[in-house]
């Protein structure tokens, strides 16, 4: 296929404002692609590469091979095929006039600049040849411009910064108008056609008469829009359904949504609760098998970049805990010598890091945890329910013999721990426990969803931070446990109804230790009763208190129960009689 003809098809589909007819116009696209094919067997066949191309991508999704190409080096490789008098510094200005880089670059002649780059992968020479002879001497083929590109991506150290200018060049010089402006919009990942993955997938569907249904999860476990395509135009529906999880191929990680508890025990029988984590997403593919004698271990980002080599912690860990094939979800998590988790900006400090990668562990120590199986011993769990998920995952991690939830933490050390519960009291300890580890708070996720790769729907919740706040008297308080005894570590708080105090609930989440003591020597002055952990407070200091709903409760003197309170602060310009009422209570739980 020619690139004018992909150009000429983008152009249609630029233009096309309803989204039914934009499929259509990618159907044919692909269609016409998949004709043109004359069966390479070097690289990627034509089609897998207009799949691509149409949503502005090079390479597959899970590939994590860039261009790295700025703006400035495009702006001279459009520079120099448009001619002696024009430089990197023009097509800015004119960016700046047009404001899109495609019709900036459509708006050149390109066609008649000769030397070094004129020419690539069959257009009269390579990138390194001098010729005096014109440009654009021949049609620029789509796979041409895959394999310059490729070339381009693969280009590196002293020297690669010409050398991609000048292949980028030779490109351009061989351009027509509309060729470029679709070219540079594809160097720089500015396609913007309208055509998003859903467009893809239902064209590719249509184009080779394969269910959409298949051609979703086809994509959900390769993640390469390109080899679907290719796979069901050679193979059909059979080959789609034959598309597995592949070990070193990364997939889309399932994502969450903001939610409360109360809508999810709404929603589902139990709730499965996670603690949830201040760190990185990571991916771990892990094969010990691979023929290679030293097995395969890779680490992917949320965006599934290759971070193998930043984290040699988690490859350790994998070579360590692992025997069998697997595709793990978790998180990396930076931790102190104590093992105590530290804020996210550390994470950042090793994520992604090429150089110096030994020092930087040694300032800042990382270890992973993970809460979810993909994929165990040749075995795709995507479609199995989280609750089997996970009792695969800690099959794969912790010894059969052990108790998970209560052995050592150096032997669970690696598997988030999932609890299935519909009790809301229940969920509120966890969630307790887990800030008091110094960790974000809670996920919550439906033990009975199966893993949607690249999908936030609302089978996984992100805890929802408080919205609406109260200010209560504090009339009660209790002692701490272990590192906590010398600290009151637990609140109870009270609203004004007439002249008296009724008890609405107590808070003990969203408070650090150095918090605590701060309020413990706040406090400790208006303690006027104290009975073992338990002490009485006299109404002199008001908190603000943050929760998720207003129960109805027979154990506090309201009537009335904050669920999921949370410490926001202390109110020091409000007295006892500036707190909240029983009546604003009644009001917000009947909104």
């Known amino acids: 296929m020619e690139f004018a003809t992909f150009a000429e098809h983008a152009g249609t589909i630029e233009a096309e404002t309803a989204d039914l007819e934009t499929v259509v116009h990618v159907r044919d696209l692909l269609s016409e692609a998949a004709t043109a094919d004359d069966g390479a067997e070097r690289g990627p066949q034509t089609l897998e590469i207009v799949a691509r191309f149409a949503q502005g991508r090079v390479f597959p999704a899970w590939d994590s091979t860039t261009l790295d190409i700025g703006p400035r080096t495009c702006y001279e490789a459009i520079a120099r095929a448009a001619g002696t008098n ?6 800015e200005d004119r960016l700046a006039t047009v404001g899109e880089i495609g019709d900036v670059a459509a708006g050149y002649d390109f066609g008649g600049q000769q030397g070094l780059g004129a020419f690539v992968n069959g257009g009269g020479g390579n990138a390194d040849d001098d010729s005096d002879t014109a440009g654009r001497s021949d049609d620029l083929a789509v796979r041409e411009v895959f394999d310059v590109l490729s070339d381009l991506a693969a ?14 060049f030779g490109l351009f010089n061989r351009c027509s108008s509309d060729e470029a402006r679709y070219l540079a919009r594809l160097v720089l990942s500015e396609m913007r056609i309208g055509v998003g993955e859903g467009t893809v997938r239902d064209a ?13 999860r086809a994509l959900q476990v390769s993640n390469d829009y390109g080899r679907v395509a290719r796979v069901a135009k050679d193979e059909g529906v059979e080959g789609v359904d034959a598309m597995d999880l592949e070990v070193g191929r990364p997939v889309q990680a399932m994502l969450a949504q903001a939610g409360t508890v109360t809508d999810a025990l709404e929603e589902w029988d139990e709730a499965g609760v996670e603690w949830k984590y201040d760190g990185a997403r990571i991916q771990l593919h892990y094969d010990p098998f691979d023929g290679s004698g030293s097995g395969e271990t890779c680490v992917f980002s949320r ?5 193998t080599d930043a984290l040699p912690e988690v490859v350790e860990f994998a070579e360590n805990r692992l025997e069998e094939p697997a595709i793990l979800d978790g998180e990396v998590v930076a931790v102190d010598g104590d093992g105590s988790p530290l804020p996210f900006q550390e994470v950042l400090k090793r994520f992604r890091r090429k150089h110096d990668v030994a020092k930087a562990r040694e300032d800042v120590t990382v270890r992973p945890v993970f809460f979810d199986c993909l994929h165990a ?6 479609e199995e329910p989280l609750s089997a998920r996970h009792e695969r995952l800690r ?8 108790d998970a939830d209560t052995i050592d933490d150096d032997d669970i050390r690696g598997l988030s721990l999932l609890w299935q519960t519909g009790d809301p009291d229940e969920i509120e300890s966890i969630d307790a426990d887990a800030l008091q580890a110094g960790h974000e708070g809670i996920m919550l996720k439906n033990p009975d969803a199966a893993y949607s ?14 919205v609406e706040t109260l200010d209560c008297v504090v009339t009660g308080a209790e002692w701490g446990e272990g590192r906590r005894a010398t600290f009151l570590g637990t609140f109870e708080l009270s609203v004004r ?26 406090l400790e002055p208006h303690v006027t009763v104290e009975e073992g952990q338990e002490v009485d407070v006299e109404p002199a200091v008001v908190f603000e208190v943050g929760y998720e709903e207003i129960q109805s409760s027979p154990t506090y003197s309201s009537g009335y129960a904050l669920r999921f309170p949370r410490f926001q602060g202390v109110r020091s310009d409000k007295s006892p009689e500036d707190a909240d009422t029983l009546e604003r209570l009644e009001r917000l739980r009947a909104q």
């Open 395 to 402: 099959s794969v991690l912790v010894d059969s013999d052990a």
């Open 155 to 168: 280009a590196e150290g002293s020297g690669s910064q010409d050398r991609k200018v000048a292949l980028l």
């Open 204 to 216: 590719i569907a249509d184009a080779f008469d394969v269910p959409v249904d298949r051609v979703e």
């Open 453 to 466: 790769p690249g999908r936030r729907g609302k089978h996984w919740r992100k805890r929802k931070p408080d």
């Open 497 to 522: 109804a007439g002249e008296d105090l009724e008890t609405v609930g107590k808070v003990a989440t969203g408070i650090t230790d150095e918090k605590l003591a701060e309020l413990t020597e706040l």
């Open 86 to 91: 024009v430089r990197a510094d023009d097509v």
């Open 303 to 307: 965006n599934m970049e290759d971070v």
């Open 377 to 382: 011993d040749g075995a795709d769990l995507l």
